[in-house]
């Protein structure tokens, strides 16, 4: 079991109002009252290092994490012990969801690189939403949002079409955040991508080389250029 | 292709025979015993999580050979003792089985080079052994470049053939000087009349690439005893030719001690010499690559060149870009990602190892983002492919323009006045054809740890 360090997290007037990721995040769309209110619940810069655990499967969850900086996976462990992939986080992403409705978290979450996360305590949470509307449809959003791509990744589809939709998505993802969305440095390894997926490792990289090959990406360690963007569309569409 | 001689006659000659090689960049010099076996096996690690990991190129090296010829720097020990030899060849496949299980499986293996030492000093079964654990371990691609440095003095008739089932298909043969004279100042006897018998042998076996390595500046030498060489070079017409120019570095390695530097040409004889085995290989239709290889035009190597996929490795000159080098044997070097790993020279401290279950290191590196863009503008040259320092620079967040404004300015002041060295246009630079001879020179402008071990590199010519 990985080893897991509680970040500690701080106050601070502003929190949100004032972050660059607001766009993205939870109170995205809230007026500055609003953002007022959130900002007097927010925990920030909480410090997540690589290898260690946010949180674990069967924690009682107490709080939502936002990603500030840096990016997370979430994960499950089977019966035999295996660890499933669930899911990749970003920053503004919000991880804690998935337990929502049973008050327990139902998988682990890893930062794959030194992260900061933002924490949104529960109880708290709840109140401002009663009060804020737009709190909760965002909320509802978010939740709609995952378990769209939950069933997108279900679907029966060719290993080509898997990855060039996983690549896309992550693409789109850094574009709405502001990023330049012609290049990736994925901090995910092909060995994630693959649990992800449901391909074995060899698959994933067999694809990423016909992928280059045919020069709809350009690809060097794990840094991703996007050559050829509809093409990617057109095999992520594909069965 | 370069059909230029140039007369050595300049201080720039003289300053261009101390200028490294550059196999790798930072060199050797610069490694250290703060890099070791977590380095190297973390490497390796994150080298499987890439999302195409790199082909592997495996290099072997066998440090026996059975006499001692006094030229060669290399790390090797004389023995005819066949028992060190079969326990060393057990340790090489020990060292391969554990070195497989930090690899995933489906690395594929597209190169595989036996070094020494003499690789065929090796009994037939120990060597049938290492390559049966490297297929057994490793997944090699039916289009391996295989291949093995032989000495011709120990080749027997039926033994090409043997190393052709292994699966070798290229082969390099140590020549240096065909000259009876010279050999007996080497120590080196070998009658050329041998040599041909092993290329016929190599030939019939279906080998596709036969290697001939010369020396130049040997003791004794002439450019008499070089024609007489570069005659039998022609008449058997191998496929690549290597002309390395010899160290003498009697401090750093015993068995030159026996070569009086007195009977050493001059450095202006090895240019001459030099020049010359250039001038016969580029007339007998010899495409020159770099300044120590030479190849047919129908060789892997010459293709490779005219395609601009020529790459740099320990060994020199080859044609497989882009892969993680894996390094087994006593002193062996492995390259992977960032992080460079020598292994231990001594044959005691590179069993415990093993024994202890690890990765024999002595010594490494590990790249900054600068060494990296250093590294891609020196290779780059060395490769005679024209470097894009203004992509460079952003590839790597480094200001190449400040970075070099020396290196360039530097190459102004030393070129010939009417003959540049380099051009540099819209931040691509270039070798001239008036700076081929000084390739090495040129490269080593862009060298920043150079100023701090100025007399180890060899003469540059």
Redesign the interface.
Known sequence: MAAQLKPTFRQTAHACSRCVMIGQCLPAGLTADELQRVDEIVGVNGRCSKGQTLYEAGDKITALYAVRNGSFKSYRISESGEEQVTGFFLPGDLLGMDGLHKGEHSSFAMPLEDSVVCRFPLDQLDEIMGETPKLMRKMTRIASRELDTQIERARNRSADAAVAGFLLDLRNRMADRGFDASRLS?KM???D?GNHLRLR??T??RV??RL?DQHVIA?E??D?SFLDPERLRTLAAQD | MSKTLFLPSTPLDLQAMRAPRYTSYPTALQFCEEVGPTDAIEALRAS??????APLSLYLHVPFCRSNCFYCGCTRTVTRNQTIMSTYAARLCDELVQRAENL???RRTVQVHFGGGTPNHLPDADLERIVGTIRQHYRVVSAVDASLEVDPRLVQANQPAFWRRLGFNRISIGVQDVDPRVQRLINRIQPSEMVAATVDACRDAGFASINFDLVYGLPGQTLDSINATMDFVEQQRPDRVAAFGYAHLPERLPAQRAINRAWLPDPQARFRMRNYIESRLIAAGYVAIGLDHFALPTDTLAQAFAEGTLHRNFQGYTTHAGCDIIGFGVSSISRV?RVFAQNTKALDDYASALERHEWPIERGYRQSDEDRLRERVIMGLMCHRPVDLVNLSRHYQLDAEELFADALDNLHAIAPRTRPLTSCHDGVLEVTEAGRPYLRLIAAQFDAYLNTTPSKSSLAV
């Open positions: 994925l390894s092909r060995r991508i490792i060899e994933v990289s990423f080389s280059r690809v360690g794990r991703i | 499987n999580d890439d999302l195409v990991p995933d499986r489906d990602g």
